[in-house]
């Protein structure tokens, strides 16, 4: 073991910058612990779909009978998006996706990169094009059409075999509930078998109890109050107090820990150890279950408890 005066002296740096250095490593989750232990694994890991969203309404009639209208184009996809919000946090984070090798995909490669997220081990092709997803809105009434365009199946259990020992060695796993059911389970089946911290987004609770994921000691699930009053098959619930006996039977499967956001008013928290009400800052909002889930990762790489964990992603939406 050595201290922070004999690093600062070796390395012929002040104690203070010493201090920096290690704050900044142990934040990122490569070393751990007062004696500066090198973790084992090797920091936040994503596994999800990548996506352009193209966004397209229709306006006024102009005079010549051509309807006007607005085109926005946006990334997508719960993989993409989990990374960038880790990014924002000033987290390293390591994203396994599909992106094609067509100009969509490789300004997608690039822009990643530039926003500090890991995409070299994502999977490439030159014979399917990136993954696009098209949203119709008609102000006159009919229903929005969204269509899937390619890549929608390069995420497969096949494809993902390949990546098995970042999954292995992951510090925290995070995996897309709209990845294929094949692929979702056998990352289920790797989560249990290396025990690391891991969680999914957008995953239905039926699903995670059927692979035993409600039942590891380190996965943590983060989902809204409709969703789990629906889940469960009960009323909708106008207190968050009148959710806490279903978040108790949940926890009570041996789940880590079951965070419920309530509406705008905060979130629930439910552990082994308690099951309370966290009310948001009247002037934070409280977020979605992706940016929830990236700031309690954030946490948890830092080495805090689930509780604070939960505190710094409501303070950090």
Not at 93 to 105: H, M, N, P, Y
């Given at each position: 073991?050595?201290?922070?005066?004999?690093?600062?002296?070796?390395?012929?740096?002040?104690?203070?910058?010493?201090?920096?250095?290690?704050?900044?490593?142990?934040?990122?989750?490569?070393?751990?612990?007062?004696?500066?232990?090198?973790?084992?694994?090797?920091?936040?890991?994503?596994?999800?779909?990548?996506?352009?969203?193209?966004?397209?309404?229709?306006g006024r009639q102009a005079n010549n009978d051509a309807e006007t209208g607005q085109i926005e184009f946006a990334l997508a996809g719960n993989g993409c998006l989990?990374?960038?919000?880790?990014?924002?946090?000033?987290?390293?984070?390591?994203?396994?996706?599909?992106?094609?090798r067509d100009a969509v995909g490789e300004q997608i490669y690039e822009h990643l990169l530039q926003r500090g997220v890991k995409v070299q081990n994502s999977i490439?092709?030159?014979?399917?094009?990136?993954?696009?997803?098209?949203?119709?809105?008609?102000?006159?009434?009919?229903?929005?059409?969204?269509?899937?365009?390619?890549?929608?199946?390069?995420?497969?259990?096949?494809?993902?075999?390949?990546?098995?020992?970042?999954?292995?060695?992951?510090?925290?796993?995070?995996?897309?509930?709209?990845?294929?059911?094949?692929?979702?389970?056998?990352?289920?089946?790797k989560i249990i078998a290396h025990g690391g911290i891991s969680s999914a987004v957008n995953c239905p609770l039926s699903f995670l109890r059927e692979k035993g994921?409600?039942?590891?000691?380190?996965?943590?699930?983060?989902?809204?109050?409709?969703?789990?009053?629906?889940?469960?098959?009960?009323?909708?619930?106008?207190?968050?107090?009148?959710?806490?006996?279903?978040?108790?039977?949940?926890?009570?499967?041996?789940?880590?820990?079951?965070?419920?956001?309530?509406?705008?008013?905060?979130?629930?928290?439910?552990?082994?150890?308690?099951?309370?009400?966290?009310?948001?800052?009247?002037?934070?909002?409280?977020?979605?279950?992706?940016?929830?889930?990236?700031?309690?990762?954030?946490?948890?790489?830092?080495?805090?408890?689930?509780?604070?964990?939960?505190?710094?992603?409501?303070?950090?939406?």
């Amino acid at each position: 073991m050595i201290s922070q005066d004999e690093l600062a002296e070796k390395l012929e740096i002040t104690r203070s910058s010493t201090a920096v250095h290690i704050s900044n490593l142990m934040r990122k989750g490569y070393i751990t612990g007062r004696g500066y232990i090198f973790n084992e694994r090797s920091g936040i890991l994503v596994v999800g779909l990548t996506e352009l969203e193209i966004y397209a309404s229709s306006g006024r009639q102009a005079n010549n009978d051509a309807e006007t209208g607005q085109i926005e184009f946006a990334l997508a996809g719960n993989g993409c998006l989990l990374a960038l919000e880790l990014a924002r946090r000033q987290l390293e984070a390591s994203l396994i996706t599909f992106l094609g090798r067509d100009a969509v995909g490789e300004q997608i490669y690039e822009h990643l990169l530039q926003r500090g997220v890991k995409v070299q081990n994502s999977i490439r092709s030159g014979e399917i094009p990136t993954r696009k997803r098209l949203v119709y809105s008609d102000p006159k009434g009919s229903a929005a059409q969204v269509v899937a365009g390619g890549g929608s199946l390069t995420l497969s259990r096949e494809a993902i075999l390949a990546k098995e020992e970042l999954i292995r060695t992951a510090k925290i796993l995070l995996i897309d509930g709209d990845l294929p059911a094949e692929t979702l389970s056998y990352l289920a089946s790797k989560i249990i078998a290396h025990g690391g911290i891991s969680s999914a987004v957008n995953c239905p609770l039926s699903f995670l109890r059927e692979k035993g994921l409600l039942k590891h000691p380190h996965f943590f699930h983060v989902c809204t109050d409709g969703i789990l009053a629906a889940q469960m098959k009960i009323a909708a619930a106008s207190e968050p107090e009148e959710l806490f006996p279903v978040c108790r039977k949940i926890i009570g499967e041996g789940l880590y820990a079951l965070i419920v956001i309530f509406k705008d008013q905060g979130l629930i928290l439910a552990t082994e150890d308690e099951v309370v009400f966290l009310p948001a800052s009247p002037l934070q909002a409280t977020g979605n279950a992706l940016s929830v889930t990236a700031g309690i990762a954030e946490g948890l790489a830092s080495g805090y408890r689930m509780r604070m964990a939960v505190r710094m992603a409501m303070a950090n939406g």
